[in-house]
């Protein structure tokens, strides 16, 4: 499969994947495939950045290696470790048959049986086919600093060095794509390696066309009406607000309850699939969300 040659080429291959991107999107994934450059995607939960890597892994037939960020993920975790349970194991059993050759149990012991390869080294490696796989690094804002700077250099020069095997180094770097969810910060020098693209909600016609995309069985009704009332939602003063996913949570919700049309009492009760908060469930009682409902059905009115 080779890459795709245009941003329109991009924007198709990804819409086979049922992954709706708009312009500003498809250009930065073909800049970032055709200069060979990482994706450095921030943006609110739940708005499609973990499942652009997904859709463009599937879509250019590629295998996907998650690297998922979390506080306190260290290297050897990212990289590889060596097995050590099985050295054990292998140990007692060379010791039991009788001492065996030191040096011998001591290169078998370190060879590639024994070594678990994590993300960041199953990235170097090809396929089959000797194409490159997706690197999706998620979330990247949750780990720290220490492990920030280790990552600049391995997105540099795509080499592990593994002091008992020797230099491990990628023939054809990965896709890789970085997302964060801005509660901290990334540093300006991993930033200034990769290409940036802020994924915001999408507009009404977009998050429709994902709708359409994600929960084909809504009526175009529903789903218009979905899509108005959690966008009037968005603007109000809540502690979390709604992303994409919770708008196909909630039309999925919705079509289990063979709902037709949005009313105060279905949205009470089905507050929980587009809400995950008590303060802002709390805020949506009485007539607040009748209020809301009106005014996403009044956007909907032809003018
Ligand atoms: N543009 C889109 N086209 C199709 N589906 C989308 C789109 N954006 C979001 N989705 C849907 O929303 C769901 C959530 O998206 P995703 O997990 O990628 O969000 P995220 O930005 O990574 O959120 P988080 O920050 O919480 O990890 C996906 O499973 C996907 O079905
Ligand atoms: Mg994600």
Same mark, same amino acid.
């Given at each position: 499969?080779?890459?795709?040659? +245009? ?10 994947? @049922? &992954? ?13 495939? =055709? ?18 890597? /997904? ?8 295998? !996907?290696?998650? !690297?998922?960020? &979390? ?8 990289? &590889?470790?060596?097995?050590? *349970?099985?050295?054990?194991? *292998? ?42 796989? $997706? ?15 280790? !990552? ?16 491990? /180094? ?5 896709? #890789?794509?970085?997302?964060? @969810? ?8 991993? =930033?200034?390696?990769?290409? &940036? ?10 998050? #429709? ?5 994600? *929960? ?9 009406? $979905?899509?108005?009332? $959690?966008? +009037? ?62 005014? *996403?059905?009044? +956007?909907?009115?032809? $003018?």
């Amino acid at each position: 499969m080779q890459l795709p040659q +245009s941003i329109d080429a991009v924007q198709q291959m990804l819409d086979e994947q @049922n &992954y709706v991107c708009g312009r500003a999107l498809a250009t930065v994934v073909f800049l970032s495939l =055709k200069l060979g450059r990482p994706l450095f995607l921030e943006g609110e939960a739940g708005v499609g950045k973990t499942e652009i890597a /997904k859709a463009l892994a599937a879509g250019l037939d590629r295998r !996907l290696i998650r !690297l998922q960020c &979390y506080e306190g993920l260290d290297a050897s975790s990212a990289v &590889y470790e060596w097995n050590f *349970a099985a050295q054990m194991i *292998a140990i007692r059993t060379a010791e039991a048959a009788g001492g065996a050759d030191r040096a011998a149990l001591q290169a078998e012991l370190f060879s590639d049986d024994f070594l678990v390869r994590r993300p960041l080294l199953q990235a170097m490696q090809p396929d089959e086919q000797g194409r490159a796989p $997706v690197l999706l690094i998620d979330e990247l804002d949750r780990t720290d600093e220490p492990f920030e700077a280790f !990552l600049l250099e391995a997105l540099s020069d795509f080499q592990v060095t593994i002091p008992e095997l020797g230099t491990i /180094k990628a023939a054809e770097p990965p896709i #890789v794509i970085l997302t964060s @969810n801005r509660t901290r910060e990334v540093h300006d020098a991993l =930033k200034r390696r990769c290409l &940036y693209h802020w994924v915001d909600y999408p507009d009404f016609a977009r998050e #429709v066309d994902i709708l359409n995309a994600r *929960a084909p069985a809504a009526s175009d009704q529903l789903s218009r009406e $979905v899509v108005a009332f $959690v966008q +009037s939602l968005r603007t109000e003063d809540l502690f979390k607000k709604p992303g994409v996913a919770e708008t196909i949570d909630w039309a999925n919700c919705l079509l289990a309850l063979d709902v037709v049309t949005l009313s105060p009492e279905v949205i009470a009760d089905t507050l929980g699939a587009i809400l995950k908060y008590q303060d802002d469930i709390a805020r949506l009682q009485g007539s607040e969300a009748k209020r809301i409902l009106d005014q *996403a059905k009044a +956007s909907l009115e032809p $003018v």
